[in-house]
């Protein structure tokens, strides 16, 4: 699997977020080290605080089918910024894997790369053990 196609999914699962309030759509891919992909959209609500990231949708998905260990995930929404994982994101997924590549796209499908441990630096985890940024 390779950066691109990641982020052609991330793109396909933009176009099913539910964001009817913000009208802000996000969506995700994930990558698994067995080398599955899941994807999950932004689901807003009227309610706030329910909102689910389209990050947390990914990695939901894919714990529940049996896989806790992920290689990378690629951010895609629209706009000319970066989409980042917000800070529950960045837990949920330090949760399973410390090191992952976070893959932030822009509108115009250009890409950064970051491991989790650069933007999440001070890591709350039960791994221990990988602390550093890579």
Do not use: W
């Not at 896989?67 to 000319?80: M, Y």
């Amino acid at each position: 699997m390779n950066l691109v196609d990641l982020v052609t999914m991330a793109r396909e699962a933009q176009r099913l977020a539910y964001a009817p309030y913000s009208g802000f759509r996000v969506g995700a891919a994930l990558l698994t080290e067995e080398g599955h992909i899941y994807t999950g959209a932004n689901v807003e609500n009227a309610s706030y605080g329910l909102t689910v990231c389209a990050e947390r949708i990914a990695v939901f998905k894919a714990v529940t089918a049996g896989e806790c260990r992920f290689q990378s995930i690629a951010i895609a929404g629209s706009g000319l910024d970066y989409i980042y994982p917000c800070g529950a994101c960045l837990q949920v997924l330090a949760e399973f894997s410390t090191n992952i590549k976070i893959i932030a796209v822009n509108e115009n499908d250009d890409l950064r790369e970051y491991y989790l441990g650069e933007m999440l630096p001070q890591v709350f985890s039960l791994d221990t053990s990988s602390r550093r940024v890579k």
